[in-house]
């Protein structure tokens, strides 16, 4: 008789192992603050860097990710001093002075507080040569832009007069007023450009005043930079004459006397300047603003006709920007 023996065999004793999923780590908010000379809604320096504060926090997730303090009319040094130093006394991780007026302050506030990154402009000194490590600099190549609108301008001009009213002769407001001129006299060598400073960023009757003698003069097509030329603007519009726009699109100004305006950008420059001090580089970086970079623009007024020949013209001055074959500040190379 065939038995079948069943033998038992014991398991071997298997050992389990329990990890706990971590959970995860929220990053941090990351915490900008800006400290301005005029308003949010200034249509020109102020509103362009705000703006692209306001379109890197909605690409990095909106609030809850991108914290944004600020501190607009500041154009008392003093109080603008005080603002720097407190927001980075906050703990705030990139404090930004945008004005170029701010920055001998800066380089005394930068050095108490090495855990905050800074940056200013326009300007491309990051203080390096004086030992400070946590400044960044920035600078719009407003002469590029200038130069365009200067083309634009004097090909649409009927008589041959241009009208430039400046706040003061310095920073990216000097760039832009001598790229405009030289961007006229190579499109029409027999214009006249005349050229005012008014010695002030605010002063809103001062740049109305400018426009009026500039028109008084002759001319037809006016332009300007600073947070004041709301004055001249309204000149233009009462007078008849065009404007051209600088710092932001000043269209909704005038819709029927904006021709064109050239437009900052500051998504790039503020997008770097985030990624370099989360990595734990918190200065040294000097950035600029040109058409091949895409942080300047002209956006052109689709309410005001512009003709054909003018705006060929300028887009060929933006190539030969971007190509190398123009010099915003002396024209075409040899």
Known sequence: MEVTRV????????????????????EEIFRVAIVMPSSITDMAFSQSMYEGLLKVQAEMGGPEKMEIAYSEGMFKVPDAAAAIRDYASQGYNLVIAHGSQYGTSLAQIAPDFPETAFAWGTSLDTFQAQGITNVFAYQAEAQEGGYVLGTLAANMSASGVLGVSGPVEAGDAKLFVDGFKTGAMIAKPEAKV???????FSDVSLMAAAAETHIAAGADMLTGSSQSVVGAIGVAKEKGAKWFGAQWDQTNLAPDTVAASMVYDWTGVIKDMITSVKAGVMGGKAYTLTFKNKGLVIAYNPGVEIPADAKTAAEAAIQGIMDGTIAPLSGPKQ
């Open 194 to 200: 005349n050229i005012s400073y008014t010695g002030s």
């Open 7 to 26: 033998v038992e065999v014991e398991a071997a004793p298997v050992e389990v192992v329990v990890t706990a999923t971590p959970a995860p780590v929220e």
